[in-house]
């Protein structure tokens, strides 16, 4: 399953619940405010890296927000056509706000 989380961790409780809800065999696709999840050295971003499934942060939110270079590494950055070969290769899909 792809999980798409849109909001960001500290105003909204969406990335708690899907990393709550979700299984280890699960990915997770940070899209606009959801992407400061991935910056070095937040509690977000140390939960996100123990979770054991696999993080997807979408390249054009990243320029957008003028944090390029401040993602963590171990997180994939995927631009848009990433985006549909994830949505493509998930059956199922649920999207976090």
Not at 69 to 89: A, C, H, P, Q, R
């Amino acid at each position: 399953m792809l999980h798409t989380v849109t909001t960001s961790p500290f105003q909204t409780a969406a990335l708690a619940d899907c990393l709550r809800y979700s299984s280890q065999n699960d990915a997770i696709l940070l899209l606009q405010d959801a992407i400061i999840a991935a910056i070095d050295e937040n509690n977000w971003c140390e939960a996100l890296k123990k979770s054991g499934r696999k993080i997807y942060v979408l390249q054009e939110d990243i320029v957008a927000r003028g944090l390029a270079g401040k993602v963590t590494g171990g997180f994939e950055v995927v631009d848009y056509n990433g985006f549909v070969l994830l949505s493509v290769e998930c059956e199922t899909q649920m999207k976090w706000q």
